[in-house]
């Protein structure tokens, strides 16, 4: 048989054996017969909004590998994160280490608030967690978002994308993109940009020098492979590691090329979409 296919972005449409998928009103059933939410996303998101569900376990995905030994064993997990990013790797990584009730929430909590299911601005719910990793923190007052900029080693793929859509998504809120190591703008990522309506033709690519930390109000890491540097002063860091879909442009179908890109893409929009919402900039006319 052959070996099964090493491209990240494949990767994450795997499937998981035993693995079920919940809709948001057959997890909130689970969980009011006693399943537990494993909740993935950052501190900083549970603060803001909370799923409203009796039990909570917030243990951040990056985290979940030294985490999960307080995950109990005799009730069903139910992950969720923001969208589902993350949720069928935690999974992997629960069935590996002995867990056999594990399920995701299918489209995590964009699918939770579409369904008008229980959700807090502040975190009421009961979070369990004895290490600092999987501690509640109480919610900070945040200052009106000025600009956003999206970092990558290279500044040709990933952040370049985000860029380009959350230019479109958030028109007149201030947009960047920079890398460590600067390289020419990807074909590609003009080419899945114009199948949104972006124009991306005359774009280049920067050096995170040249960026001045203090007209950044949050940064965005993209990068799920490398190590970037950090921006000093008290700018708002947020990490949303995602493959390079250019990381393999030996590939001889052009089309299979676009799915990757595609993929990282609509990744993105769905990040930021959920961002949008979390941090209100989404206008309330439109």
Known sequence: MPEPSMDPIHAMNQPVPGLRFLSPQDAFKELQEGACLVDLRTDELVEMRAFGVPVIYHVPHRFLSSGFTELPKDKLLILADTSGVYTKAAARLLFDNGFTQVACLDGGMIAWEDARLPAVADPEAEIIGLSPQSAATPKSKRPMIQSILFLCVSNSTRSQLAEGVARKLFPGLPIMSAGSRPE????????????????????SSKHVRDIDPASAGVVVTLCAEEVLPTLPGNVDHLHWPLPDPASDDSLPDREKQLERFRAVRDAIRKQLEAFGRERSLFRKDG
């Open 184 to 203: 020419p703008v990807h074909p590609l990522v003009v080419t899945v940009l114009g199948e949104i309506g972006i124009d991306a033709s005359q774009w």
